[in-house]
């Protein structure tokens, strides 16, 4: 069998592509998520954003359209300057806090999606994603905003770095992270939001030379594998990419884990 003859480019392509655009901005902040403890982050804010499509949606606005995306923004947003206060004021709390932001806003959508008789297929779509109804046209307004993102936070968030522990200005990188997100959920779902944001992170959490650029790779190389897969053995798309992802992160991280051991054991006098 011709593999090419089996796989739709004119679908792998845009979803491939939707995939790297996601990876640009994700990396960098699932590496931020890391670094700061806060791992179920994420997956809050992802929720809170998939809150607000859930309630752009029941009041009948247009999947895609700008009310869509100013009210998933503003959900978000205002879940970002939640949590971010919880930083400050309930540190030793914040993952909790985090956890039930989470559960709140995941229940809250169950409510609103009840009376909706397409409210199960609705909430498949925002966990699991259609990557694969992705089109060029929907890469557009994405990619500008994921380059203002990136130029804010290699820009401005280099100034804004804290001395002490190597890390974003909070402000900055929760406000950035909730664009981000509600960018992410309506693109990819939000299971492949979470995968995206802390599987490449942790990959290369122990990599000494060029951490992110092998994160960018073992990223693309997951989304490319997963898409392949799911077009062969006509698998859900976001399914199989996270599962792809796990496994694909897995082996870098062991063969990182490998070479760092390696390295520790020569450098150990005999």
């Not at 029941?58 to 206060?85: F, K, P, R």
């Not at 992705?134 to 290699?154: D, E, G, M, R, T």
Request: proline residues 3%; aromatic residues 8%; contains cysteine.
């Amino acid at each position: 069998m011709n593999l090419f003859s089996t796989l739709d480019l004119s679908i792998i392509a845009p979803a491939f592509l939707a995939g790297l655009l996601v990876l640009t901005t994700h990396i960098p902040l699932g590496r931020q998520v890391l670094s700061r403890g806060i791992i179920f982050l994420d997956l809050a804010i992802a929720q809170i954003a998939g809150l607000g499509v859930i309630v752009a949606y029941s009041l009948g606005w247009e999947a895609g359209g700008w009310q869509v995306q100013l009210i998933a923004m503003a959900a978000a947003l205002a879940g970002a300057l939640l949590l971010y206060a919880t930083e400050t004021l309930w540190e030793d709390n914040q993952e909790a806090i985090i956890g039930c932001a989470f559960v709140l806003a995941a229940s809250a959508g169950i409510l609103v999606l009840s009376s909706n008789p397409h409210g199960g297929e609705a909430l498949k779509d925002l966990l699991a994603g259609q990557i694969l109804w992705v089109s060029y046209s929907q890469l557009i307004p994405v990619a500008i905003i994921y380059a203002a993102v990136l130029a804010l936070w290699f820009g401005l968030g280099a100034g804004l770095r804290v001395v002490r522990d190597k890390q974003q200005s909070p402000l900055l990188f929760y406000s950035l992270f909730a664009i981000s997100v509600t960018t992410s959920v309506q693109l990819v779902g939000v299971y492949l939001v979470f995968a995206s944001l802390i599987m490449p992170a942790l990959a290369v959490q122990k990599v000494r030379q060029h951490p992110l650029l092998r994160a960018y790779v073992t990223g693309a190389c997951a989304y490319a594998a997963g898409l392949m897969l799911s077009a062969l053995w006509d698998l859900p798309s976001g399914a199989t990419i996270v599962c792809t992802m796990a496994l694909v992160c897995g082996l870098s991280a062991a063969v990182a884990n490998g070479k760092l051991k390696a390295s520790q054991d020569a450098a150990v006098p005999l």
